[in-house]
Nanobody, 120 residues
Framework: QVQLVESGGGAVQTGGSLRLSCSFSRRTYSPYVMGWFRQAPGQEREFVASISWSIGNTFYSDSVKGRFTISRDNAHNTLYLQMTSLKPDDTAVYYC?????????????WGQGTQVTVSS
């Protein structure tokens, strides 16, 4: 079992920036891909961004492309999400997730989530 722990959420005004972090406990763990998702009140969880853990290929949802940057620090088992030009629509609980199997669409591990609130 792998535990994912997010941090870095908070409250900012429109146009502000935040950086989320997600660390995992098992030092020998090497996922195929890690990603960020978010869930706003009353809405379904949605994909934000992903990164292949070994190569570093990234993918973003259209709603955050150009404003958010996903990155990872393999040596420190940490995933990041740098968020800039934040908007009230970005308000949500943000979750990191990891997937081991490249052929499986199901994500294997999830963090507990961190709240991001953007005020106008």
């Amino acid at each position: 079992q792998v535990q994912l722990v997010e941090s870095g959420g908070g409250a900012v005004q429109t146009g502000g920036s935040l950086r989320l972090s997600c660390s995992f406990s098992r030092r020998t763990y090497s996922p195929y891909v890690m990603g960020w998702f978010r869930q706003a009140p009353g809405q379904e969880r949605e994909f934000v961004a992903s990164i292949s853990w070994s190569i570093g290929n990234t993918f973003y949802s259209d709603s955050v492309k150009g404003r958010f940057t996903i990155s990872r620090d393999n040596a420190h088992n940490t995933l990041y999400l740098q968020m800039t030009s934040l908007k009230p629509d970005d308000t949500a609980v943000y979750y990191c997730a990891a997937r081991d199997d490249p052929t499986n669409v199901k994500w294997d591990y999830w963090g507990q989530g961190t709240q991001v609130t953007v005020s106008s």
